[in-house]
């Protein structure tokens, strides 16, 4: 099946520095990446939608400054998180969709930021 | 809109034990199906889907879902579960369009008991 990887997988920093998260598929060409953040103990919720080559496209209510993604090639998106604050500490997961209805996930990275 | 609704929380059964976990969905248009697992520390991995045909599909793991059209439903089901199966569960739903964002449910946290 298709395979999506996250570096890091777990990650610590220090409050006020930026933080570069990488998505890759593996084996195939993820036209569309989407970002999302997991709290504690709760659901996934959506961040922003990236489209290889394009800008992404941010859900309500996240700060595109804060939150960079870049999807320079149908393989890769990154996400920043520049100036972090304890309390952008998370789970991130990234997701990739191809041709077909179905998304893959990576395994997460744990964002903890001292 | 989308929205999907797990209505409970937390489910503990023993070991063996027959499971159910509830899931219903609100959609204007039509919309794919799916049930995530998510072990600790890890992002999730796809059980099963539904796309059309067959009401009753199978997945990993012995699990099986049923999509029930009138009652806008989509429960999930293991007929005896292992120790190996506590995780938390999602169902969520993304709309016919290739590679759509998808919204998930809030989770089903399933913990085996010996």
Redesign the interface.
């Known amino acids: 099946g298709a395979v999506v990887s ?1 570096h890091p997988s777990w990650v610590i920093c220090k409050s006020g520095t930026s933080v570069k998260i990488e998505c890759r598929s593996l084996d195939f060409q ?3 990446m ?1 970002w999302y953040r997991q709290f504690p ?4 919720m ?1 961040m922003a ?1 990236s489209n290889e080559g394009s800008k992404a496209t941010y859900e309500q209510g996240v700060e595109k400054d804060k939150f960079l993604i870049n999807h320079a090639s149908l393989t890769l998106s990154t996400l920043t998180v520049t100036s972090a604050h304890p309390e952008d500490s998370s789970f991130y ?1 990234c ?1 990739a ?12 990275t ?1 964002l903890t930021v001292l | 809109a989308q929205s999907v609704t797990q209505l409970d929380s937390q489910v503990p059964v023993f070991e063996e034990a027959p499971v159910e976990l509830r899931c219903n969905y609100s959609s204007s248009v039509s919309v794919y199906l799916f049930w995530y697992v998510q072990y600790p520390n890890q992002g999730l991995q796809l059980l099963l889907k539904y796309l059309s045909g067959s009401t009753l599909v199978k997945g990993i793991n012995g699990f099986e879902a049923e999509f029930n059209k009138s009652q806008t439903s989509f429960h999930l089901r293991k007929p005896s579960v292992h120790i190996s199966d506590t995780a938390e569960y999602f169902c969520a739903v993304t709309p016919y369009s290739s590679a759509s964002k998808i919204i998930f449910g809030s989770g089903t946290r399933l913990s085996i008991r010996p």
């Open positions: 996250q993820a036209t569309t989407f103990k709760q659901s996934l959506l939608t997961i997701s969709g191809g041709r077909t209805d179905t998304q893959y996930f990576g395994p997460g744990r």
